[in-house]
């Protein structure tokens, strides 16, 4: 342990011209090391600009997103709340698929 120590404090002294002994030198040191590899590795973080983002294709379909909560909602046995968002999606034009799912959910309600 001697021997690293001493090593440590001859690599500060002839780094820095410092000469410094004991654990207050090696305290110094590691501060000044550390001081050194943060200011080295320092990068501007960059901001994300929010207008360049494209979520559209992350929102995906409402319709869907609404039929397959209305079976959630069944499957819950809140039925009122699934009756509901299922004639949302029959009074917004829905595909054929979409008509098809949401009059087989009503039917399975019993609506």
Same mark, same amino acid.
């Given at each position: 342990?001697?021997?690293? &120590? /001493?090593?440590?404090?001859?690599? +500060? ?14 305290? *110094?040191? *590691? ?5 050194? /590899?943060?200011?080295?590795? +320092?990068? %501007? ?9 494209? /979520? ?9 997103? %609404? ?18 968002? &299922?004639?949302? @999606?029959?009074?917004?034009?829905? !595909? ?9 959910? /009503? !039917?399975?309600?019993? @609506?």
């Amino acid at each position: 342990m001697q021997n690293l &120590l /001493l090593n440590l404090e001859t690599e +500060f002294y002839l780094f820095t011209g410092i000469d410094l002994e004991g654990i207050s030198g090696l305290f *110094l040191g *590691l501060t000044i090391f550390c001081l050194f /590899l943060f200011i080295f590795r +320092f990068e %501007k973080k960059r901001e994300i600009l929010i207008h360049d983002i494209d /979520l559209s294709n992350e929102i995906g379909n409402e319709k869907l997103a %609404k039929i397959n909560l209305s079976r959630s909602l069944i499957e819950m046995d809140q039925k009122d709340e699934a009756i509901r968002l &299922l004639q949302e @999606v029959l009074e917004d034009r829905p !595909s054929p698929e979409e008509k098809r799912n949401a009059d087989q959910l /009503l !039917s399975k309600i019993g @609506v």
